[in-house]
């Protein structure tokens, strides 16, 4: 996947971050910087740059067998957009914004387990709380159990087998 982004010039300026070692999962962060960024400011649809990296990786990830959660996080600044919508509202938005894009692009529909938001919440930078690497989309891989990799349960298995099922 490494090589697949280096070859995107508009990913260049944004971040990839991955962690390991999670009690549910691979967390895979995609980080705002000053100069690159998944969603404009204040915007739940992703831009050019978040929807060409989360098509990439809903490709890869729609390979695999494990469910996958999205969260969505806003940095500090109060979201003035409109009324009654806040960075409460933005983070769930992107979140699901980024499901519904990921789908579209080959995860399957039974990968999702949660879309969550966090708002400001759980903060990358607690000391710069208006840091660009607060706003981010988290996708955490679940892990799986050996049983589903061995039957392989992965979301191109599981859509056929229910087109099977329909007919």
């Known amino acids: 996947m490494k090589r697949r982004s280096a070859r995107c010039p508009t990913l260049t300026s944004s971040k990839i971050r991955s962690k390991s070692k999670l009690p549910e999962g691979l967390r895979i962060e995609l980080l705002e910087s ?32 494990n469910k996958i959660l999205i969260e969505g996080h806003t940095d500090s600044k109060p979201f003035n957009g409109r009324r009654n919508y806040g960075n409460w509202e933005l983070s769930v938005d992107r979140s ?32 710069n709380p208006l840091d660009p690497s607060n ?33």
């Open 135 to 167: 706003r981010r989309i988290s996708l955490i891989v679940q892990y799986t159990d050996q049983q589903d990799a061995k039957e392989g349960r992965t979301a191109e298995a599981v859509q056929k087998v229910e087109s099977s099922e329909q007919k």
């Open 34 to 65: 000053a100069s690159g960024t998944f969603f404009n400011l204040g915007n739940s649809d992703p831009n050019e740059n978040g929807k060409e990296l989360l098509g990439l990786l809903a490709h890869e990830l729609g390979k695999l067998p």
């Open 96 to 127: 699901n914004s980024a499901r519904r894009l990921m789908q579209q692009s080959g995860l399957g529909e039974k990968q999702i387990a949660q879309v969550r938001g966090f708002a400001d919440q759980l903060l990358r930078k607690p000391e």
